[in-house]
């Protein structure tokens, strides 16, 4: 059919990995060295759990290529202001110009200091959506972790567009630093708000289709009917920001309706806090001499240690404890003698009993009745007593699940959703159980390819954590990141690669402009310079606008740049990188991963080139090895590459060694295939040695890997270790010791973040918090009557491939897309026909857009789909799409205590008077 | 005789549009031109509302209207089941087009490019000027069935010889296959699932079964 | 570049066909009116003169409508192509029957002989019902598809025909006999009566309510200038009111623009597609199964969930 006939066809595998839920599998044909269609790699399709399937968006990676838009050269700006209305006047100069420019200001930062007089790093650097850019950058980690201090706390929506509560609670409390659905084995999945169908990539559309025809139900909790309601057994078309009240309401129909003795007591008993008893004061009694939590034993009628040997320890019930310690904060001992303790359990269920259905149906305008009987369907098919043999090991069968979407688990009221879910799970023993929730990757503890190995005895029969320490000595009351990530949120830790990003990113930009008045740590400063990768912020973010100027303000800033964007537009330098079917990486795919990445195989996959880079793009390990050179960290660059930090493996192991040399050839090539041949031997354990050119033909290598991989618990009995619920006496001596430090230092501006930190959490009027805000804007709660919300695309990986042309074409199939959803008879009443052009504005400013009228959203919700509202990328501009982002504020008063926000703002909606 | 018809289930389909774009790679569609698409259907009232995601393309009917109102025989109905278009025959009169009731159909009297004027490379490579001024429809991947009968492959099981939708469908919703072989992968999952053809009261045979039930 | 935005709600619903525009259009409005012209021509008596001015502007009708629709197709330069699928295309009967049209119709305008007149009246027939099969035999359009849309192309075509051919007598001079004038009322009538039927027949068997909201739309101006206006002409002329030829002319003229009007509406305004549905919502897991969807036509009776 092609017009030129081709001389030569190849069919290339590699990957696709925009979004966190791949690597995708994909094969590229490339006729005469012309990339022309993206297709399945079915090679790949007994290792994958997608049967070697890539999503939609990978289909829209040619067009990526040979985008017209792109920048195909070194750029440099000539207009020295900065601004949205400052044309940057971009002009091409060559790579040597364009890499002596960035190395020169990387070598000042170094001559001068890494960190400068605030305490900051001069160096930050912005990776975008999800942490994915890294099966990317190649080479890029090795250059950071060679230069020393860098600053990621501007971010690109970690912390306020990720499933922030989640991450650093499913981490703490199990090791999910991403939480799923066992789907695979699941019986009933309540999904509040979690959008799987779309966000969850192919593996887990597979899964839930197959879990689907196979009968299981999934219960959709969510304001509007998103794909993923849809494709559920039934919607329940919840009020915005209320689900923690419907989550308390199915614990209390389970704990007050149901009672312990239906629920799973050998679990509760053995492996949660539930027999901790606890102290009038809140805190646990602990063995007065061995400060070990108590519990009370049946056996002996007698409160013993946690761990001792033989009891039988009492799940309910309240019992005399003759004599007994509390640990409080700062490590403040009181003593008690005949005191009452009750089990943790039984706190629970005091707290829970004035949570009933009836009591969450006015909050969440969802009938007692259905509350009731969802909660009751989740018991009965939790199918407590049932096992299940998984290669010759009998685990507990519970294959029932909550799972939570964003703006659920993230800001306000997400402490309370992610603890109900996971106390959910523990009741019917659920917890990193066959059937039931797991966590399926760790990134704040180690190892981030085992999460398995994070497990290890702390303090009080619980997992070892790393808090970011909040005792007088330890506490940085200097902040070392300008997100203040380890003096403000203890859980976030310091111990993970990824603790830093994960820290309140939102508060790096706020404290740019305004600090609360009673600010008495050091001003923060700009980063001297900003190197960004695969990221815009200013479209991503909130209040983009208003961090559009901020990011103006910034001295110095090199940006690898595909398009000019709404970032870059700032930007000093643009580095034009090959792109993903122009270069080469190898990562590990398989084993455990984010969201439902649970697979049968484990190994590592390479991303190659497939065609040669369009212009002058260059591969971004050959831009990171010029950079390290010229910048004078080579040495250190080429170290941390055979520790193995951009690549898989070590590149020296116990039969191998194929560490490169500084002085030595260091073309991206050459580095790849070492990191292939560390690689295949490591998964190998020594047998296959693989080099580049065997991974260009086959892809990838893979190992079987065991499913008793996917669950925790078994780990845990290993280690007679119990997970840290339902009772939450570490976090609340943990906020009360974080307090004590912020008021010794006469700082109060954190204050209602501490109320968060809470034993067991309250219910607080979560909506109530947005309405207080735009009250205390001086806006009136009448004239914004609406909460405007958004939703994930599978077309989109947030707004990374906006300017990708047939992303758009088949994405307008949806309803919604590119517009702004709404209720039709809500609509009706305000004259807006479908179509309409219309305005939806905020209390600090307004967003345009097409009216999308719908019956499955609520009448008092809209919703807009994606991240959109570009101003200078191409293509993108001219959509003319609106977006939450523009209209969303960026304030103290809506983070919460891990630092997080969530997509959620109360807005106005009117008919434009001029039809678009 | 061979019929190869298509099954798309109803239960799996999540309207991701990876087959719509699949079909645009395979089969080079231009800007805005879609051989198949996902629809979105939502019915009902708030609260009670269902949304249905919905495969639609040719249907390569048993009784092809298309075929039987083309002037120049350039729309056949292959032994096979496919129907099919010789692009050289066609004189883009559009009468197929009005005869069709699937909407499967389209013509594209000038050529539009992704990005406007500029062709793109890959655009370029692809351009096929056989395919202006004529009618167009989903093929079922003509070609691959055609190596199928070449190689002895069987479509629907081999992937190099099943269309490109199939191959790509994330959810597993779609199958391919003989109809007429009771042993096929479709013949084995109709008997086992209910399912429908799309207006099939307009007699036009259609071959793809839509699945919605266990039977 | 502006890119379209908002299609998703409209895309499965029923939706105007694009692909035949006023060219097409012209081909059935001009094309079918002169085939029946022609045909009455031939049968009605005329003087040479009269008769050769209608054959004449009949083949000019024809022809003007097969240009218009050569102008419309995508490759114009394989026109000839039309003729390879006499087995079943009505498009190609259509050509063929057109190739008899100039020829025998050329030929009797030449010779005025009475047998090629009549075989060019009976290829002017055969061409007016070809237009009629044409339209038909398109199933994705339910307004055309339906059977009474046969006969109503043929008798909105016969009626425009006998009305050009009383605005020819009228022109030229010649007389309207009784006949000619008896003729148009009954096929005023007859139209009228099929119109009414067509209209009942697609409500009752179902159509794209876009499409009947159009139809119903046209229903009353059709009927008082169609039918009921030049049906009083008509009749004032056979009682013998003064001015016979002009009061001819003047129901001729109507019956000619509604008729047009009615299949400028059938064949451009109200020719929606089917549209997409669904006979049963899926059942996802534990969830029921629902109801048939069709968007864009009237709910199916008895439609329910589980």
Redesign the interface.
């Known amino acids: 059919m092609a017009a030129v006939q081709s001389k030569s066809v190849k069919h290339v595998p590699t990957i696709c990995y925009n979004c966190v839920s791949g690597p995708d599998f994909l094969s590229v044909k490339v006729e005469d060295g012309v990339a022309t269609e993206i297709e399945p790699n079915f090679a790949a399709a007994e290792v994958h759990p997608a049967k070697g399937r890539a999503c939609v968006k990978a289909y829209g990676l040619v067009q990526k290529t040979y985008n017209p838009n792109r920048i195909q050269q070194p750029m440099k700006r000539t207009n020295p202001k900065k601004g949205r209305n400052e044309d940057p006047g971009f002009v091409p100069i060559s790579w040597e110009e364009a890499l002596d420019t960035v190395a020169q200001k990387l070598s000042a930062l170094r001559a001068k200091g890494l960190v400068d007089e605030a305490g900051l790093p001069r160096l930050a650097v912005s990776l975008g959506h999800g942490g994915t850019p890294s099966n990317y950058m190649g080479t890029f980690p090795a250059f950071l972790a060679a230069w020393g201090p860098v600053d990621y706390s501007f971010g690109s929506g970690q912390g306020v567009k990720c499933v922030h509560s989640e991450h650093l609670y499913g981490e703490f409390w199990h090791r999910g630093f991403t939480v799923a659905s066992d789907t695979p084995n699941a019986r009933y999945i309540i999904a509040v708000g979690a959008n799987v169908d779309v966000t969850g990539g192919p593996c887990a559309v597979i899964r839930h289709a197959d879990a689907r025809v196979r009968g299981y139900k999934r219960v959709q909790v969510e304001p509007h009917l998103s794909v993923t309601g849809a494709c559920s057994a039934e919607w329940v078309p919840i009020r915005p920001k209320t689900d923690p009240a419907f989550l308390f309401a199915l614990i209390n129909v389970l704990v007050c309706e149901h009672g312990l003795q239906k629920l799973d007591i050998p679990f509760l008993r053995d492996r949660t806090a539930s027999p901790y008893l606890v102290a009038p004061d809140g805190l646990y009694l602990r063995d007065a001499e061995s400060r070990k939590p108590l519990i009370w034993d049946e056996a002996s009628g007698s409160a013993v240690a946690h761990d001792t040997a033989g009891a039988r320890p009492a799940v309910a019930g309240s019992y005399r404890v003759a004599r007994a310690v509390v640990a409080d904060a700062d490590k403040e001992c009181r003593e008690y003698t005949d005191v009452e303790g009750k089990t943790a359990y039984e706190m629970l269920a005091a707290h829970i009993a004035k949570y009933s259905p009836e009591w969450a149906a006015g909050i969440c305008d969802v009938p007692a009745d259905t509350i009731r009987r969802i909660a009751n369907e989740y018991l009965e098919n939790a199918g407590i007593g049932e096992t299940i043999e998984i290669d010759g090991k009998t685990l507990a069968l519970r294959p029932v699940a909550v799972t939570l979407g964003k703006s659920v688990n993230n800001g306000w009221g997400a402490y309370e959703c992610c603890w109900a879910r996971t106390v959910l799970a523990v009741l019917v023993g659920a917890l990193e159980n066959p059937g039931g929730l797991v966590g399926t990757t760790v990134r704040l503890n180690k190892s981030r390819d085992n999460r398995h190995l994070g497990v290890a005895p702390g303090e009080d029969g619980f997992m070892v954590q790393y808090f970011n320490p909040t005792t007088k000595e330890e506490w940085q009351t200097t902040p070392a990141t300008r997100n203040l990530h380890q003096t403000l949120v203890p859980i976030v830790g310091h111990n993970g690669a990824w603790s830093q990003a994960l820290g309140p990113t939102q508060l790096a930009w706020m404290f740019q402009g305004e600090r609360p008045a009673d600010w008495s740590m050091p001003m923060p400063t700009l980063p001297e310079v900003w190197i960004v990768y695969r990221s815009n912020p200013s479209i991503s973010f909130w209040d983009t606008t208003h961090l559009a100027e901020v990011a103006a303000r910034f001295p110095f800033m090199a940006c690898v740049a595909y398009t000019v964007d709404e970032t870059n537009y700032m930007a000093d330098i643009l580095l034009p990188e090959a792109t993903d079917l122009e270069s080469t990486q190898m990562i590990r795919m398989g084993g455990t991963k984010y969201m439902e990445q649970f697979w049968d195989y484990k190994g590592v996959v390479l991303r190659q080139k497939a065609v040669e880079p369009q212009g002058d793009a260059r591969d971004f390990t050959w831009i990171t090895t010029e950079l390290a050179r010229r910048s004078g960290v080579l040495e250190p660059y080429v170290k941390a590459i055979n520790k193995g930090i951009s690549g898989v493996a070590s590149l020296k192991g116990k039969d191998y060694d194929f560490s490169l040399d500084p002085a030595g050839d260091l073309d991206p090539e050459h580095i790849w295939d070492a990191v292939c041949r560390a690689a295949s031997l490591t998964f190998s354990e020594g047998k296959d040695e693989h080099g580049l050119d065997w991974f260009r033909e086959h892809g990838f290598y893979a190992v079987p890997m065991s499913r008793l991989e996917w669950y925790l618990t078994p780990t845990m009995e290993k280690h007679g270790l119990r997970y840290e619920l339902p009772y939450q006496e570490r976090l609340l001596r943990t906020g009360r010791e974080l307090g004590n430090r912020l008021h010794e230092k006469n700082m109060n501006w954190w204050d209602e973040q501490l109320s968060e930190y809470m034993a067991l959490p309250e219910w607080h009027d979560v909506p109530a918090r947005w309405v207080r805000n735009l009250e205390k804007s001086g806006a009136k709660i009448e004239d914004f009557p609406f909460w405007l919300l958004t939703s994930k695309s599978m077309q989109y990986h947030a707004g990374g491939n906006a300017g990708i042309e047939m992303m758009h074409e088949v994405a307008l199939n949806l309803r919604g897309h590119a517009g702004v959803i709404m209720n039709a008879k809500t609509a009706a009443g305000l004259g807006i026909a479908d179509g309409d052009r219309v305005e939806v504005r905020s209390h600090i400013g307004a967003t345009y857009g097409k009216a999308a009228l719908m019956q499955g959203v609520r009448p008092d919700t809209l919703v807009i789909i994606g991240q959109f509202d570009h101003w200078a990328q191409p293509f993108a501009k001219d959509l003319g799409i609106p977006s939450l982002n523009t209209i969303a504020p960026m304030t103290l008063d809506l983070t919460d205590a891990t630092g997080s926000g969530a997509d959620i703002v109360r807005v106005a909606v009117r008919k434009m008077e001029v039809a678009a | 005789m061979k019929r190869y018809v298509m099954t798309i289930?109803?239960?799996?389909c999540?309207?991701?549009?990876?087959c719509?774009?699949?079909c645009?790679?395979?089969n080079?569609t231009p800007?805005?031109i879609?051989w198949r698409?996902?629809?979105?259907?939502?019915?009902?009232?708030?609260?009670d509302?269902?949304?249905?995601?919905?495969p639609?393309a040719c249907m390569h009917c048993g009784d092809p209207?298309c075929?039987?109102?083309?002037?120049?025989?350039?729309t056949t109905k292959r032994a096979d089941g496919l129907v099919a278009i010789d692009y050289e025959?066609?004189?883009?009169?559009?009468?197929c087009?009005?005869?069709?009731?699937?909407?499967a159909r389209s013509?594209v009297?000038e050529q539009h490019f992704?990005?406007?004027e500029?062709q793109?490379?890959?655009?370029?490579?692809?351009?096929?000027?056989?395919?202006?001024?004529?009618?167009m429809k989903c093929t079922f991947c003509k070609d691959r069935i055609d190596e199928a009968a070449a190689t002895g492959r069987t479509p629907g099981v081999d992937?190099e010889v099943t269309p490109?939708c199939v191959?790509?469908?994330?959810?597993?919703?779609m199958g391919f296959g003989d109809i007429n072989d009771p042993q096929s992968n479709v013949s084995q999952l109709l008997a086992q699932t209910?399912h429908?053809r799309?207006?099939e009261e307009?007699g036009?045979e259609p071959g793809v079964y839509?699945?919605?039930?266990?039977s | 570049m502006k890119k379209p935005v908002l299609g998703a709600s409209t895309l499965a619903a029923p939706k105007p066909q694009k692909n035949w525009d006023w060219r097409a259009a012209s081909n059935f409005i001009a094309g079918g009116a002169g085939g029946a012209l022609l045909f009455f021509a031939s049968i009605g008596g005329f003087e040479p003169a009269p008769t050769r001015m209608a054959i004449l502007l009949a083949l000019i009708l024809i022809g003007c409508g097969l240009t218009c629709v050569w102008f419309e197709i995508g490759r114009p330069l394989r026109a000839m192509n039309v003729y390879r699928h006499i087995a079943t295309s009505w498009m190609t009967r259509e050509a063929f029957v057109a190739l008899a049209v100039f020829a025998t119709g050329g030929l009797a305008w030449l010779l005025l002989q009475p047998l090629l007149a009549w075989l060019a009246g009976a290829a002017g027939l055969a061409f007016l019902y070809s237009q009629a099969r044409i339209l038909a035999a398109n199933k994705g359009i339910p307004a055309w598809r339906h059977p009474r849309s046969v006969p109503l192309m043929v008798a909105t075509g016969l009626a425009e025909g006998a009305g050009f051919l009383s605005g020819v007598a009228f022109l030229s001079g010649a007389t309207i006999g009784f006949w000619q004038a008896a003729v148009l009322l009954a096929l005023i009538a007859i139209r009228a009566l099929i119109w009414n039927g067509y209209l009942a027949g697609l409500t009752v068997e179902g159509a794209p309510e876009s499409a009947l909201r159009v139809l119903n739309g046209i229903a009353s101006r059709l009927t008082l200038f169609g039918h009921v206006l030049p049906g009083f002409a008509v009749l004032a002329a056979l009682a013998g009111m003064p001015g016979r030829g002009a009061l001819m002319f003047a129901a001729g003229s109507m019956v000619v623009a509604s008729g047009w009007f009615l299949k400028y509406t059938l064949v451009r305004r109200a020719a929606f597609t089917q549209g997409l549905a669904v006979v049963r919502i899926p059942v996802r897991g534990g969830g029921p199964a629902g109801p048939a969807v069709k968007p864009g036509w009237k709910p199916v009776p008895g439609a329910k969930a589980g």
């Open positions: 289930d109803l239960r799996r999540v309207g991701c549009q990876t719509t774009a699949a645009k790679s395979a080079a800007s805005g879609q698409r996902v629809l979105d259907l939502e019915t009902g009232e708030f609260p509302v269902r949304r249905t995601f919905l639609v209207p075929e039987s109102v083309c002037p120049t025989k350039a025959l066609c004189i883009g009169c559009a009468n087009v009005m005869a069709c009731p699937y909407d013509i009297h992704a990005y406007g500029s793109m490379t890959s655009e370029a490579k692809r351009f096929d000027p056989g395919r202006i001024g004529v009618s992937p490109a191959n790509s469908c994330i959810s597993g919703a209910q429908f799309m207006h307009l036009t839509y699945i919605w039930n266990q």
